[in-house]
């Protein structure tokens, strides 16, 4: 990756810092897709002794979703300048992209393309922009899952269904549509989520929420939308 040290005075703590800028203009993940949603490249980024830039003045051709998972983030949107403690954001295809990783943050990142991105976003009530709020620890759990998804590149991968039900559930929380209160059943869809390609009890998850297979189904429908 092209970055480059620089020294930089940071007025807070009054001494030099190191800080690196990242020019992503030749990204080997930067490419569009004709499937119906594809996962280019996605991570997650962990605290870090160093503050980095990255800027990308001609976006990308892809969608890029970050997702902040603690301290605070600072990302230009459309001529604008967002400070986040939580939140994500969704970078349209060929938007300009600028934002500053501090020491303390940890966020993680999926580079998605596809022919029906745009309707995939609009069922789930999501369009590209900056969101405030709308932190999931359904969706982080996901999030990860999804990484290690794609770093295994299995023959038969489930990163389609993974991203959707991410994108599903940031929807429900920017939109304030209300989950499940039951822990247990979160557990259970997470599980679900984790273990897609093994054989699952059913009755076995429902028992372990300690309610019956009909009540577990029925509040599992409820949340999924299944």
């Not at 939580?86 to 600028?98: A, E, L, T």
């Not at 899952?145 to 559930?169: A, H, M, W, Y």
């Not at 429900?172 to 009890?201: G, L, P």
């Amino acid at each position: 990756m092209d970055k480059i040290p620089v020294l930089c005075y940071c007025s807070k703590k009054g001494d030099f810092r190191n800080m690196r800028i990242y020019h992503g203009e030749n990204d080997y993940t930067n490419y569009e897709s004709n499937s119906f949603l594809q996962v280019n490249h996605c991570g997650m980024r962990l605290a870090s002794e160093h503050i980095t830039i990255t800027t990308r003045k001609n976006g990308r051709v892809d969608y890029q979703l970050i997702y902040l998972v603690s301290g605070h983030f600072e990302v230009k949107y459309d001529k604008k300048k967002y400070h986040l403690n939580q939140g994500f954001v969704i970078y349209p295809p060929n938007m300009p992209q600028k934002y500053v990783d501090y020491e303390d943050t940890q966020r993680i990142w999926v580079h998605f393309t596809g022919m029906n991105v745009e309707e995939i976003l609009e069922e789930y009530h999501l369009k590209p922009g900056v969101y405030t709020s709308g932190n999931s620890p359904l969706a982080k759990e996901m999030l990860l899952q999804l990484i290690v998804e794609c770093t295994r590149r299995p023959f038969i991968s489930n990163e389609k269904g993974i991203l959707l039900s991410i994108l599903s559930t940031l929807g429900k929380s920017v939109n304030h549509v209300e989950n499940i209160s039951n822990d247990k059943i979160n557990e259970a869809i997470t599980f679900i989520t984790m273990h897609y390609n093994t054989d699952i009890n059913i009755k076995e998850l429902a028992s372990s929420c300690n309610l019956s297979q009909s009540r577990f189904m029925c509040l599992f429908k409820e949340q999924t939308k299944y």
